[in-house]
């Protein structure tokens, strides 16, 4: 911290209220970032120790009897194995489906002069404030024949009017109409301009997009809740419904029962850890990577939203 | 919307006559196609069943065929044994989270925003963002976890096995405490952001004035956020009724629901799971329509203190 201090540039010119001011600064992050990393951490440890050990709180700070048990275990079970496919499936398919009819819908609203632009932006973002609810929806879902099928979990959603927003400011903001209008002059029709212009000139948004999208379909659960009923097409979330939410409050009741750990059906409890790690890891490791885009996207929807 | 750059291009185009434009652009309206299509279908049809929620909706005869009863579902919403309990439960919840929940965020992005040392401003951000990238229902496995009477963290610390989730006061503190954790971190990228345009030379004249770090705060960056604070406070006051289904519905247990049981939960139970199609809808109406009004009251409210916030 002190040798980084130093190379700060407004360093040289603090004094010592502002040295301590740092200080008292740096301290305070250091606790919220620990009360935000250390559940993450716990579960981390967790999961690779002995659940015994676990439950007699030995790993506070670092593994037990360190075990990769939990894992192999998740990998033997077919529900899991199926859910996370499943998980996979529906992350891919959806955003690339969502990515799209996020582009083709604010491609052409970014376009002045497009005659009914103003009427058709309204009739999206009405839908962001205003909806049918939730059984209007199925009923609706149901009569279009959706429920069990995959597709369910895309159409409904339509179009994602917030980050329609937010991509359609910046087709306005940030693409140089020069290069838009010149394509045109030499001949280009509106599709190929899209495709061959704006499209490659927005790959920093569409990261950010698909991140979003991606997130969104990995973490969902209520919707397949809802509208995928039959057992085999449940995602990861869904599957861990049965391991973390409802089995816990089984083995609460046994525990008191028994009144100890004894009667603790290990395996279940070595699951618990190890499928939190394997739900929440993939988009964990992804949002970094389009970190620094999130300011400056948000900053943009929220100027004009 | 940037007046001045649509009006010049309109006045270009307006100079040729409008079918020729609408021509013009076909290619444009064929894209929006499909996003229009699913938005009637899935989006507008919806909204015009609502109406299902003055009818005694039967699947054979749909949305416009079946019986006209009235306000008899609201009525008998009204009343259900427990109705007051979720108003309350729905009301208090919502308060409560909005009381803790809407100032943290604007704390961390203050704080943060005065960290000189890059490195670790951004690594603070990356870890605060992470828990918002996490499902609910892992949240939700994890809290119960945490909160297991024996062997879950929460009690290992404390030396007890208290079972946390049985209790019902202890429903909201765990609600509101788990939506800190997962999403103070991501509320502070909109206040990140509007702090980043703040003119840096204002610090500098206010560090050779002898301003100290927290009178910095105080008058250059908390006057910075002002009409942001309000726009966020009108958006939460807006959504009161809205309390989010699912973490509910996985923290709740047969011995909290005196505390956990709420609208939306209600209308998850008795549509889906319990078919009444009708009822389910006529008592979400209710929740929209309050939310609505809501909206508005705070709405004129935050209009006479700051012209620059209405947002309708």
């Known amino acids: 911290m002190r040798a980084m201090s130093v190379k700060s540039k407004s360093g040289k010119l603090s004094g010592f209220s502002e040295r301590t001011s740092d200080i008292i600064l740096v301290v305070i992050c250091t606790v919220v970032l620990f009360l935000v990393a250390y559940p993450l951490y716990y579960v981390l440890i967790a999961s690779v120790s002995d659940p015994y050990d676990v439950y007699a709180g030995k790993t506070f700070l670092l593994p037990s009897q360190f075990t990769l048990e939990g894992y192999r275990a998740v990998f033997a079970e077919p529900q899991i194995l199926t859910g996370l496919f499943n998980s996979f499936k529906y992350t891919i398919i959806g955003t690339v489906f969502s990515v799209v009819v996020l582009y083709l819908t604010a491609y052409p609203l970014s376009v002045k002069g497009l005659p009914g632009r103003k009427f058709l932006s309204i009739f999206f973002i ?10 209007p929806t199925y009923l609706i879902v149901k009569h279009t024949g959706l429920i069990n099928n995959m597709w369910a979990l895309f159409l409904p959603g339509g179009v994602a009017v917030g980050n329609m927003i937010i991509v359609r400011n910046f087709f306005e903001n940030s693409i140089p109409k020069e ?7 030499d001949g280009a029709s509106k599709w190929k301009t899209f495709i061959q212009i704006v499209v490659p000139l927005s790959r920093s948004i569409m990261a950010v997009m698909v991140v979003f999208s991606m997130v969104a379909y990995w973490n969902d659960w209520f919707t397949s809740l809802i509208y995928l009923p039959s057992p085999e097409r449940a995602p990861l979330p869904l599957v861990l419904r049965n391991i973390l939410i409802k089995s816990s409050a089984s083995a609460s009741q046994a525990s008191t029962i028994s009144g100890g750990f004894a009667e603790l059906n290990k395996m279940t409890e070595m699951i618990k850890f190890s499928s939190i790690i394997i739900a929440a890891l993939p988009m964990l490791v992804i949002y970094p990577f389009v970190q620094k885009y999130f300011e400056k996207g948000f900053m943009a929807g929220a100027v004009k939203g | 919307m940037s007046k001045n750059k649509s009006k010049t291009a309109a006045a270009v185009m307006t100079q040729r006559p409008l079918k020729k434009r609408i021509m013009d652009n076909w290619q444009l309206y064929a894209m929006l196609a499909v996003p229009v299509l699913l938005t009637i279908v899935y989006k507008y049809i919806p909204m015009y069943g609502i109406q299902i929620a003055f009818r005694d909706y039967k699947a054979s005869k749909g949305f416009t065929g079946s019986e006209w009863v009235g306000f008899e579902w609201f009525l008998r919403f009204f009343s259900a044994p427990t109705f007051w309990r979720m108003i309350k439960n729905t009301v208090l919840l919502s308060l409560f989270s909005l009381l803790w929940s809407f100032p943290i965020p604007i704390i961390l992005a203050l704080l943060l925003n005065q960290m000189r040392f890059h490195r670790f401003k951004r690594v603070t951000q990356t870890v605060l963002y992470a828990p918002h ?16 009477p024996s062997g879950g963290l929460i009690n290992l610390i404390a030396g007890t096995s208290i079972d946390f989730l049985t209790e019902s006061a202890a429903f ?14 991501w509320g502070i990228i909109i206040y990140m952001a509007t702090l980043a345009n703040i003119d840096t030379s204002l610090y500098e004249a206010a560090k050779v004035d002898g301003a100290s770090l927290f009178q910095r705060i105080c008058h250059i960056d908390i006057p910075g956020l002002t009409s942001i604070m309000v726009l966020n406070l009108i958006m939460s006051a807006g959504s009161l009724m809205n309390v989010g289904f699912e973490k509910v519905w996985l923290l709740q247990t047969d011995l909290n629901k005196a505390t956990s049981d709420v609208i939306s939960v209600y209308v998850y139970q008795q549509g889906i799971e319990n078919a009444k199609y009708s009822y389910s809808t006529a008592v979400g109406l209710f929740n929209t ?21 209405s947002f309708i």
Do not use: P
């Not at chain 1, 290069?179 to 002059?185: K, V, Y």
């Open chain 1, 179 to 185: 290069m838009t209008e010149a394509a045109q002059i």
């Open chain 2, 172 to 185: 909201r503190t765990i609600y509101i405490a788990s939506g800190i954790w997962q999403d103070a971190g």
């Open chain 1, 126 to 135: 009405i839908t962001m404030y205003f909806g049918g609810g939730m059984v």
């Open chain 2, 133 to 148: 990238f996490i499902s609910t229902m892992v949240i939700c496995g994890m809290i119960r976890i945490f909160l297991s």
């Open chain 2, 289 to 309: 329509v309050i939310n609505v009004i809501l909206l508005i009251l705070v709405n004129k409210m935050a209009g006479r203190i700051s012209d620059e916030t």
